[in-house]
C-alpha cells in the first residue's frame, strides 16, 4: 500500500473523529486544517498549471530533433539510460498505445474534432498521444534511425505503391 499524504492522514483523522463523535469543535478544527490544506494544494495546482501552460505556448513548431535532444537529457539526467533498451522502450510505447486505446474503448464512434469531449479528456489524450510520440522518438533514436529522415522517404514510398488519381 502506498504511505498515505498528510492530506489524507488529516482527513482520514477527521472521519476517524466523527464516527467516535469526539466533541464538534474538534471535530471542526480538525476539517479546517484539511480544508485549508485542500485550498492551498488548489492554488498550486493551478500556479502549476499556468507554469506549464507559459511552457508549452514556447514550442508551437517543435521538431523532432529537439524533442530526442529533450528527451536524451530526460533519461541522463535521472541515470535512466540504462533502462532505455529497444526493447523496453518498445514495450513502454506499447504499454502507452494500450493507454491511449483506453480513452476511445467503449465510447462508440468518435466525431472529427471530438465535439463533446470535455477540455480534460482532450488534455488527456494529448498526454497519451504524445507519450506514445516520445517513446517512439527516443525507440528510433537508440536504434540509430533517423525518424524523420525515414519518415520522409517513406511518404514518397508510399505516393509512388499508391498514386493519386488523374483530375
Ligand atoms: N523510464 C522512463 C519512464 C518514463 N519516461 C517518460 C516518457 C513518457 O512520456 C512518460 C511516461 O511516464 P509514465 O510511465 O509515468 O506514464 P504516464 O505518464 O502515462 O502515467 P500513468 O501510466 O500513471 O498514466 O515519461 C521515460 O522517458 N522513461
Redesign the pocket.
Known sequence: MLPLSVHERVLLIYLYACSWQIPLPLCESIKSLFVQRGVRNTRKERAKGEAMEKEEAKAPDVSLKELSNR?EE??KERD?EQ??SPR?LLL?MV??VG?LAEIFMWRGEVAKSLPNWEESEKEHLG??L??VL??LI?LSDICGIDLGDAATKKIVKNAIKYPAKAT
Open positions: 528527451l530526460f533519461a535512466w533502462y532505455h523496453n513502454a504499454g502507452e493507454e498526454e497519451e504524445s507519450d516520445l517513446y527516443r
